[in-house]
């Protein structure tokens, strides 16, 4: 990587001694953060330790109890998104900020909101079109965002925020949801990025690009910084690692095939075809089959259909020709609570958009679906019971920092996808629909989520593994399926090299 420009005083963007608390819970004690003009600078630590929390202060989400932020030596005053906006200061969360029913220039629009230049969609699809060439990005500023795939709905936040004339660009996880090779693209936009003077806050998980294409790193645990401004060169993995959880980050390793291989087959799909909410095609004649004591995994770059797969599995959309069966159960048509009550539960892409509901609490946010089966009530809901059963999950879990009462929108992600996991792997899961189920999450939380998934299997139920983590694939599946503009384009044993996945997903891609 291109060595940073050498420090001047004062620095650039400097974050002194920021501090906030929720209630009686401290998420950020003194921290700090420097930011030089064209540097790429790693923000890590593990779920919960509060980046994002830390970068929703710099972008005017959260008011900081305590410290200051100052850019090029003055004080800057930060107390709502308008403010980091107007001082060029952009964020692409790990929870995209769009309005579905707009279209992808519609919401740059808004959030212009009458900016000279970005007054019309003309100059708005102008800038996303010329934005997007600039950092090698595909993007339709006519498409709607409901019909964009997860990796779809990333480039557009990219995109809007630039176009947007942010010169401090925050990237919360931006290749979580990208395949090898669109993570490589992304990753050499921002190097490009960086070389034309921007400069680059990036939270991620994944070290090889910390140590690949950031300049220095701030690393942050349970809120507080342990380490600052260390320059990656002179940092192994290892050592990057153990500054983040404290032990050594062992390599993905694939657990012995838990597959039966005269299991009873749990789901069948035969030649489903399903449509985008545009019209479009979302699959297309797709047949799978996973059996009882098995993880299959679907591999391929975003946008290929994963998502109406999923969709259309669950019963959230409609299935428009071919058949589906789940356990022995003709459930084509199926409502989506009698899937349910036949064993199917789902891991969805967007846990906070699909799986939780921020506002609610943790407890209910655990009994969401058990309360139409009776469980929770008798006349009035058993709140006692919802309690009581939300600590003894919280418990098993370890669901960090949690409570009944509190905020699920509060958890950090790893602990969020704990509550998701906490209520779909039930005594009644048969087959689990895991699509990027570990989305954004850092290496404990990962494990966690991996050897839920084994376990799954181990019990004699299965999994559909949709992922375009092409390790998490690896690591998991005793098949590999391949899908690429709506269909299943070949099938890969379980333990094929990530060369042969690979060769199969750009191929098609």
């Not at 990333?154 to 660009?169: D, M, N, P, S, Y």
């Not at 034309?196 to 809120?223: A, D, N, P």
């Not at 349910?340 to 539960?345: A, K, V, Y």
């Not at 559909?464 to 299943?488: K, T």
Request: aromatic share 2%; charged share 20%.
């Amino acid at each position: 990587m291109t060595a940073m420009p050498a420090a001047s005083a004062p620095v650039f963007l400097e974050l002194r001694g920021l501090s906030k608390r929720f209630g009686e819970r401290t998420v950020l004690d003194g921290v700090g953060l420097h930011l030089e003009r064209g540097e790429v600078h790693a923000l890590l630590g593990e779920n919960g330790a509060g980046k994002s929390t830390l970068m929703n202060i710099l972008t005017g989400v959260y008011l900081a109890d305590d410290g200051e932020i100052r850019l090029q030596g003055e004080r800057l005053a930060i107390r709502r998104p308008a403010d980091a906006s107007a001082a060029g200061i952009g964020m692409v969360h790990q929870h995209f900020r769009l309005v579905e029913r707009f279209s992808v220039v519609e919401n740059l629009l808004l959030a212009a909101g009458g900016r000279k230049g970005l007054r019309s969609a003309s100059e708005a699809s102008a800038a996303l079109l010329r934005t997007a060439e600039q950092i090698g990005l595909r993007i339709d500023p006519q498409a709607q965002v409901a019909d964009l795939s997860v990796a779809e709905r990333q480039r557009t936040e990219i995109c809007k925020v630039l176009a947007l004339g942010a010169r401090i660009l925050i990237l919360d996880e931006p290749t979580a949801v990208l395949t090898d090779r669109e993570a490589g693209d992304m990753l050499s936009a921002i190097r490009r990025m960086a070389d034309t003077g921007l400069s680059i806050v990036l939270i991620t998980h994944k070290l090889r690009e910390v140590i690949g294409h950031s300049h220095r790193l701030t690393v942050m645990r349970q809120g507080r910084t342990v380490a600052a401004n260390l320059p990656t060169t002179s940092l192994s993995m290892e050592e990057i690692a153990r500054l983040m959880v404290g032990e050594q980050k062992a390599g993905p390793e694939r657990a012995p095939s838990t597959l039966i291989s005269n299991g009873a087959d749990l789901l069948i799909a035969h030649q489903l075809c399903v449509s985008r909410a545009d019209g479009g095609v979302g699959i297309d004649g797709v047949s799978l089959r996973v059996r009882a004591g098995e993880v299959l995994g679907v591999a391929g770059v975003g946008g290929n259909g994963q998502q109406q797969l999923a969709d259309a599995l669950l019963g959230s959309l409609p299935i428009e020709a071919g058949n589906l069966s789940l356990d022995g159960a003709e459930v084509t048509h199926a409502s989506i609570a009698r899937r349910r009550d036949l064993g199917l539960r789902i891991i969805p892409s967007d846990r906070m958009a699909s799986g939780l509901i921020g506002e609610l609490s943790v407890a209910d946010n655990l009994a969401l679906t058990r309360v139409r089966g009776g469980h929770y009530r008798s006349g009035w809901l058993n709140r006692a019971r919802m309690r009581a059963d939300a600590l003894a999950a919280i418990a098993r879990q370890a669901i960090a920092g949690a409570t009944p009462e509190l905020r699920t929108s509060l958890l950090s992600g790893g602990n969020a996808q704990k509550v998701l996991l906490a209520r779909e792997l039930d005594s009644g899961v048969r087959l689990l629909v895991a699509h990027s189920p570990t989305r954004g999450l850092d290496v404990k939380a990962c494990a966690v989520v991996h050897q839920a998934i084994r376990e799954v299997a181990a019990s004699g139920a299965a999994c559909l593994l949709i992922s375009e983590d092409l390790e998490e694939i690896l690591a998991l599946s005793d098949r590999i399926a391949v899908m690429s503009a709506g269909r299943i384009t070949g099938e890969c044993p379980g333990g094929s090299s990530a060369e042969e996945v690979g060769r199969l997903m750009l191929g098609h891609a």
